[in-house]
């Protein structure tokens, strides 16, 4: 049986939290093709805007060499923050599959609920709870050790 994209995403998760980020990983799909897999890096580059999601994003881009990714599906072991749930309208994903929800910095379907703004342009369908108790147990594991 071959790895379902969440898997995959949930697989970097794993490898982020081995290196002491926080466990989040991010698979964007063109149909059956994998356009891009990333984890967040935010410690490795320095770099704030390194989530999982937001290099996925600029790695999927660089493969289909256009600045539009309509038609194609993020799969993501956390709810989008506002700086990745705008990076999804922008460019135009089809649709958001996402594991666990982020009560605090979510955008999606907590907080500001970015798609569901008057004044958004584009507005993914989204796929909440793929393997959120996977998801949210790397998550608790992690930052019960930082504490």
Known sequence: MTESPMDLALRLAQEAADV???PIGAVIMEGTRILAAERNR???LRDPT???EMLAIRAALA???TGRLDGCDLYVTLEPCAMCAGAI???RLRRVYFAAEDIK???V???IRLFDQPTCHHHPEVISGVSAGRAEAMLTAFFRKLR
């Open 20 to 22: 002491g980020e926080a």
């Open 63 to 65: 493969a289909r060499n």
């Open 105 to 107: 910095a979510g955008a």
């Open 50 to 52: 390194a989530h999982a």
């Open 89 to 91: 309208a922008h460019t």
């Open 109 to 111: 379907e907590n907080g």
């Open 42 to 44: 935010m410690q490795a």
